[in-house]
């Protein structure tokens, strides 16, 4: 499975960006996609995550303000974020669970003034 993020970029804060993770396969028959982040010096922590069924869970802080959705017709996996604050500069991973955890390469996403 081969994951590719784009849509990062430079936001204002109270801002947004889309970002998608095109997958080389049928997304359908994927368990669960994840969008994590890092920060410098920090360690990657979960944002959310869909399952196969469509069923989605989000990490508190990103309640309300981020939404993962899923396009099985494009195989893309995707992260609205919404009301976006300097905290949430990172570089934002895709990851797929079936049968194995695969990783795409990231997409940086600065949020400042």
């Known amino acids: 499975v081969q994951l590719v993020e784009s849509g990062g970029g430079l936001v204002q804060p109270g801002g947004s960006l889309r970002l998608s993770c095109a997958a080389s396969?049928?997304?359908?028959?994927?368990?669960?996609m994840n969008w994590y982040r890092q920060a410098p010096g920090n360690q990657r922590e979960w944002v959310a995550s869909?399952?196969?069924?469509?069923?989605?869970n989000y990490a508190d802080s990103m309640k309300g303000r981020f939404t993962i959705s899923r396009d099985n017709a494009k195989n893309t996996v995707y992260l609205q974020m919404n009301s976006l604050k300097p905290e949430d500069t990172a570089v934002y991973y895709c990851?797929?669970?079936?049968?194995?955890?695969?990783w795409g390469q990231g997409t940086q996403v600065t949020v400042s003034s």
């Open positions: 869909i399952t196969r069924s469509g069923i989605t």
């Open positions: 396969v049928s997304i359908s028959s994927i368990n669960v």
């Open positions: 990851n797929a669970i079936e049968a194995g955890s695969y």
